[in-house]
């Protein structure tokens, strides 16, 4: 669904993205991993559209999507979340997930005057799929709340909440488990088995937590140093030599990964 050609993002002399190339399957839930400053986000800000990557190409199946602008990927179905979540924090939830569809008739003054019918129609339309989405993520309850007044986890949910509004086909997911609680990180993990086996949404995750991402992610794509280290089953690639050594190396002595679902001794 998603093939990346040799990319390159440099910052000055920063090579925060150095010569990567992968590709992602649809219908996957592929994790992203690697030490801090490896370059994920980076990643993930070319291809979604926040850069102009210094030299590569994106394609989005048989289309290049280089450098095109988030609405323009938004419109093909590529959507993605933020580390850190991008809520209007005086609008309640409901309203957060109402602005997400594009295009909505009402935006225009031209069709709020003359074609009241059909801005309320698709209002309505709307407002059928913000509770569809809420019924989903289990957040019914928090409608009516200013989205500011939500813990981080349920503004990681709200994020994911976001992206159920339109038809995405692939979603990024930039650390939406950090800073959320055992029990939301299982309904935010829950959620995106779901949207996968139900809905058909490919995804893509930069994770730290590595039961989380062992859970979840076949295959996991290692990034250090800018760089693809390594690709593939969760459990070859956390039992990987290189990858602990990128972990305990120059990323600044970081906790490795380690292995998930072992055998019971
Ligand atoms: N907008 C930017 N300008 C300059 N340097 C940046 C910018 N964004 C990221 N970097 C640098 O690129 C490297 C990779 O960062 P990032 O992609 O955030 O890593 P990760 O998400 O893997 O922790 C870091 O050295 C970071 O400081
Ligand atoms: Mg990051």
Same mark, same amino acid.
């Given at each position: 669904m ?16 150095? /010569?990567?190339?992968?590709a992602i399957c649809s219908?996957t ?40 602008? !988030?609405?323009?990927?938004? #419109? ?8 850190? =979540?991008? $809520?209007?924090?005086?609008? @309640? ?13 009402? *935006? ?6 003359? #074609? ?14 913000? $509770? ?12 009516? $709340? ?12 709200? $994020? ?14 930039? *650390? ?14 829950? =959620? ?7 809905? /058909?949404? @490919?995804?893509?995750?930069? *994770? ?17 140093? /800018? ?6 089953? !969760? ?5 990987? *030599? =290189? ?8 990323? /600044? ?13």
């Open positions: 998603i093939r990346v050609e040799d990319l390159h993002m440099h910052f000055g002399g920063i090579r925060a993205v150095d /010569g990567v190339s992968f219908g839930i592929t994790g992203l991993i690697g030490p801090n400053g490896a370059g994920k986000s980076t990643l993930f800000n070319v291809i979604a559209g926040h850069h102009q990557p210094t030299s590569g190409r994106v394609f989005l199946g048989e289309e290049e999507i280089t450098g095109l602008p !988030p609405h323009e990927l938004f #419109h093909r179905g590529l959507l993605r979340t933020f580390q850190i =979540a991008h $809520e209007f924090p005086t609008l @309640t939830v409901r309203e957060n997930l109402m602005m997400v569809p594009p295009d909505q008739p009402g *935006e225009s003054l031209w069709s709020a005057w003359f #074609h009241p019918g059909r801005v309320r129609a698709r209002e309505a339309e709307v407002g059928t799929r913000a $509770e569809e989405v809420m019924d989903f993520l289990e957040i019914g309850h928090l409608a009516d $709340e200013p989205a500011g007044n939500l813990s981080g986890g349920q503004k990681k949910l709200l $994020e994911l909440g976001r992206t159920m509004m339109v038809d995405a086909r692939i979603v990024f997911l930039d *650390e939406v488990g950090a800073g959320v609680n055992r029990t939301l990180l299982r309904t935010i993990g829950d =959620a995106i088995r779901r949207l996968n086996k139900e809905r /058909g949404y @490919t995804f893509c995750m930069i *994770e730290h937590d590595m039961d989380f991402i062992g859970d979840l992610c076949d295959p996991v794509i290692v990034m250090a140093e /800018g760089r693809i280290l390594t690709e593939g089953p !969760p459990d070859t690639v956390m039992a990987d *030599e =290189a990858v602990i050594e990128a972990y305990l190396g120059k990323g /600044g002595g970081q906790r490795p990964p380690r292995p998930v679902h072992r055998a019971p001794a």
